[in-house]
């Protein structure tokens, strides 16, 4: 047979999914090498059925796990129905949500959006909003150096990572980054042009790093007193995921924002973000302010609903699953001793190495685990809010010999 009859090695479907999107989709994305086709409960399959389970879900969207029986009824029954209205008209669903939510974080009104980074654009602009108000110069942002409150320019812009920020410069102005629990920065940041001070509960993106109580109860302090708008970015670090439905819930004693931007597990893997906030905050958005056209449809706010009705039962659970797999988790530490820290709440946990974790990531892929790394050092693990105790098990099992290697 001559050289050139030999037929070319057929590709396999993942690097047929590879050489498509190469081609054709903006190469702005590092994926990992896994191509996924299904799921069920905390678990996930791949385009040739190897299975997985899944640790991260989805970057702590799935929050029922996937392919849950509740969500995918009322999602049939919903898209049979009405998918979507508009702001223009009102329907059954966006009301109830809203008042579950101000229920559930001690607030008053709500206002949805479609994701994390257009939910922290509507903080902003009401913290401005208020500002502007008082004074045409009371505009300036405090945050947080480590932080990260998503991608559009004013989230960019109160984003303390600058490998996030150097390639659109200029951003917003009048932006200050403060370092996180430094109480004497932040009473030097404050003044009368300060409109708002927006801070995650548990910074995600920077490392699974707490705010502590003191710092916040300083910036509440500090907000009374200049009249300004204290924003909780909850994206990650919310609705259940740190075993409250906010991690401002935790706090002793809480110590209440004026407005607090969520998004992720709330529709079960359907996009859905929005506001929360007490009147003071929504005095400052009148009438035609502020607005979107796909915001609370009727789908994600009935999934959302739904999600509330199973999230009530099982938030005793997740604290109780997310204390053992940090307790195990600590177990690992004496054993492998690049695992410097176990920290998180409820099952929002970060594993602090002093080894890159990013090959781990990769060796969690051949094993069936799926995690992430974060911060180059964080292996960072933000399962469904339906694991259970076996799942940790397994999880540990498979970490151990991922860690063996190192
Ligand atoms: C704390 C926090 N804020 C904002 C965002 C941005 O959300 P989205 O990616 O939905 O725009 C994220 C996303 O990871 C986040 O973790």
């Not at 939510?101 to 902003?124: H, K, P, Q």
């Not at 003191?214 to 924003?231: G, Q, T, W």
């Not at 670090?237 to 924002?257: A, E, K, N």
């Not at 307790?327 to 492998?336: C, F, I, S």
Request: hydrophobic share 40%.
């Amino acid at each position: 047979m001559s050289s050139s009859s030999v037929a070319a090695p057929s590709l396999s479907k993942l690097q047929k999914i590879q050489e498509l999107e190469s081609s054709y989709l903006l190469q702005n994305y590092g994926r990992y090498p896994l191509a996924l086709d299904r799921g069920k409960g905390v678990y996930l399959y791949d385009v040739d059925g190897k299975k997985y389970l899944d640790l991260l879900s989805g970057i702590g969207v799935n929050s029922l796990g996937h392919n849950h029986p509740k969500i995918t009824k009322v999602i049939r029954e919903q898209s049979a129905k009405l998918l979507h209205t508009s702001n223009l008209y009102y329907h059954e669903y966006q009301g109830k949500l809203a008042k579950k939510l101000v229920e559930i974080s001690g607030l008053d009104r709500a206002f949805f959006c479609n994701s994390g980074t257009e939910a922290v654009e509507g903080a902003l602009k009401i913290a401005r909003a208020h500002g502007h108000k008082i004074s045409p110069e009371k505009y300036e942002i405090i945050s947080l150096e480590n932080s990260f409150h998503g991608r559009t320019f004013g989230a960019l812009s109160v984003t303390g990572q600058p490998k996030y920020r150097a390639d659109f410069e200029p951003l917003l102005p009048g932006v200050k980054f403060i370092d996180r629990n430094d109480e004497a920065a932040l009473e030097a940041a404050f003044s009368e042009r300060t409109a708002g001070i927006i801070f995650e509960g548990i910074q995600g993106e920077g490392g699974v790093l707490p705010v502590a109580g003191s710092f916040v109860a300083k910036a509440r302090e500090l907000c009374n007193k200049f009249d300004a708008i204290m924003i909780h970015d909850g994206i990650q670090c919310g609705i259940g995921r740190p075993g409250t439905y906010f991690s401002y819930q935790l706090l002793d004693p809480v110590v209440m924002p004026d407005v607090v931007a969520f998004a992720k597990p709330i529709s079960c893997g359907l996009p859905m973000g929005g506001i929360l906030m007490n009147q003071r905050a929504a005095d400052a958005l009148g009438s035609g302010m502020h607005g979107t056209t796909f915001g609370g449809g009727p789908l994600v706010c009935q999934v959302a609903l739904e999600f509330f009705d199973i999230l009530e039962e099982l938030l005793p659970q997740m604290r109780r699953v997310g204390e053992y797999f940090r307790e195990e988790l600590r177990g690992l530490q004496g054993k492998y001793g690049f695992v410097k820290e176990v920290r998180g709440a409820g099952l929002m946990i970060g594993v602090e190495l002093d080894i890159p974790g990013k090959q781990m990531v990769l060796d969690g892929i051949e094993h069936g685990l799926l995690f992430n790394c974060t911060h180059d050092t964080v292996l960072r693990f933000l399962p469904a809010y339906i694991l259970k105790e076996k799942h940790v098990d397994k999880s540990i099992k498979l970490l151990k010999k991922i860690f063996a290697k190192y």
